[in-house]
Nanobody
Framework: QVQLVESGGGLVQAGGSLGLSCTASGRDFSATIMGWFRQAPGEEREFVASINWIGSSTYYTDSVKGRFTISRDNAKNTAYLQMNNLKPEDTAVYYC????????????????????WGRGTQVTVSS
């Protein structure tokens, strides 16, 4: 089992920045692929970004490329999502998720690819 807790959400104006953290406990965090998803009101949860177990490879959905950066610190059992140049359409509850595995590619974009989930943190971007 892996327990995940997100933090860092909040209210920000368009064009601003926020950094999210996802702290893990339980099984070996370093042997996981980590992903970030988001769910806007009335919408389905969607993939945002993912990172492989060692942090050498990342993958992003097109709408956040160049604005968001996913990273991880295995020594701290924490994954991060730095969000810059935020837009109102980025408003959503953001979830981190973990998929056990040490494969090289983090290109896992489906909810069902991930076994463990946090409870989410709200990000609101005002116009």
């Amino acid at each position: 089992q892996v327990q995940l807790v997100e933090s860092g959400g909040g209210l920000v104006q368009a064009g601003g920045s926020l950094g999210l953290s996802c702290t893990a406990s339980g099984r070996d965090f370093s042997a996981t692929i980590m992903g970030w998803f988001r769910q806007a009101p009335g919408e389905e949860r969607e993939f945002v970004a993912s990172i492989n177990w060692i942090g050498s490879s990342t993958y992003y959905t097109d709408s956040v490329k160049g604005r968001f950066t996913i990273s991880r610190d295995n020594a701290k059992n924490t994954a991060y999502l730095q969000m810059n140049n935020l837009k109102p359409e980025d408003t959503a509850v953001y979830y981190c998720a973990a998929k056990p595995g040490i494969g090289g590619s983090p290109q896992y974009v489906r909810e069902e690819d991930y076994d463990f989930w946090g409870r989410g943190t709200q990000v609101t971007v005002s116009s």
